[in-house]
């Protein structure tokens, strides 16, 4: 199931909110912003809908920490890939998968961020952003000694902040979703 498919229960309730309606172009400006990134309306921020003024700071948000990142699209849908593989939600790997065939990801390419970064033909250094990526999404609590050993493989300071911001907006936005039901 992808995302554009799937709808949660009572999501038409959400377009019809007072606040939506208060104020269309707001909304209709921000919903054109959000499908031109990922094609669709996530479900995600179809149910932020009823508060605009949320939708809008937490899309400000995302567009400053993954927009003006200085990875390249590609490796910020693998960074967010890597963070919903993390969370364990079927729905969220799937989206995401989604959004790597838009990158140009293969198939094969997938496969093997699901099974082994290792060995993907990618450069160094982006196997080393995956697999940091992945470990602060499972534990955003790292120790010094880890960051250094990071570092120590040709990643900066910058890069690490980087990916951390990257990562646990994406967190952070991933329960909220769960919060509210979205899986």
Same mark, same amino acid.
């Given at each position: 199931?992808?995302?554009?498919?799937?709808?949660?229960?009572?999501? &038409?309730?959400?377009?019809?909110?007072? @606040?939506?309606?208060?104020?269309?172009s707001?909304?209709?400006? =921000?919903? $054109?912003?959000?499908? $031109? %990134?990922f094609? =669709?309306?996530?479900? /995600? /921020?179809?149910? =932020?809908?009823?508060? %605009?003024?949320?939708? @809008?700071?937490?899309?400000?948000?995302?567009?400053? %920490?993954? &927009?003006?990142?200085? /990875?390249? @699209?590609?490796v *910020?849908?693998m960074?967010?890939?890597?963070?919903?593989?993390a969370?364990?939600?079927?729905?969220?790997?799937? &989206?995401h998968?989604?959004?790597?065939?838009?990158? &140009?990801?293969?198939?094969? @390419?997938?496969?093997?961020?699901?099974? +082994?970064i290792?060995?993907?033909?990618?450069?160094?250094k982006?196997?080393?952003? =995956?697999?940091?990526?992945y470990?602060? !999404? +499972?534990?955003?609590?790292?120790? *010094?000694?880890?960051?250094? !050993? /990071?570092?120590?493989?040709?990643l900066? *300071? +910058?890069?690490l902040?980087?990916?951390?911001?990257?990562?646990?907006?994406?967190?952070?936005?991933?329960?909220?979703?769960?919060?509210?039901g979205?899986?």
């Amino acid at each position: 199931m992808t995302p554009s498919t799937v709808m949660l229960p009572d999501a &038409g309730r959400y377009a019809g909110s007072s @606040e939506a309606n208060s104020n269309p172009s707001r909304l209709e400006k =921000l919903y $054109s912003e959000i499908r $031109s %990134v990922f094609g =669709l309306i996530p479900d /995600f /921020f179809q149910v =932020l809908s009823p508060k %605009v003024d949320q939708l @809008e700071a937490i899309w400000g948000a995302y567009k400053t %920490v993954v &927009g003006k990142s200085g /990875f390249p @699209e590609k490796v *910020r849908g693998m960074i967010r890939y890597e963070v919903a593989k993390a969370d364990g939600c079927p729905l969220c790997r799937d &989206g995401h998968k989604d959004l790597l065939r838009m990158y &140009g990801l293969t198939g094969e @390419e997938i496969f093997l961020l699901d099974r +082994e970064i290792r060995e993907t033909r990618y450069d160094e250094k982006t196997k080393n952003l =995956l697999i940091y990526s992945y470990a602060i !999404a +499972e534990n955003p609590h790292q120790e *010094r000694e880890t960051i250094e !050993a /990071f570092m120590g493989l040709g990643l900066s *300071r +910058e890069e690490l902040l980087e990916v951390s911001m990257i990562v646990n907006l994406h967190r952070a936005l991933l329960e909220i979703a769960h919060s509210l039901g979205i899986h």
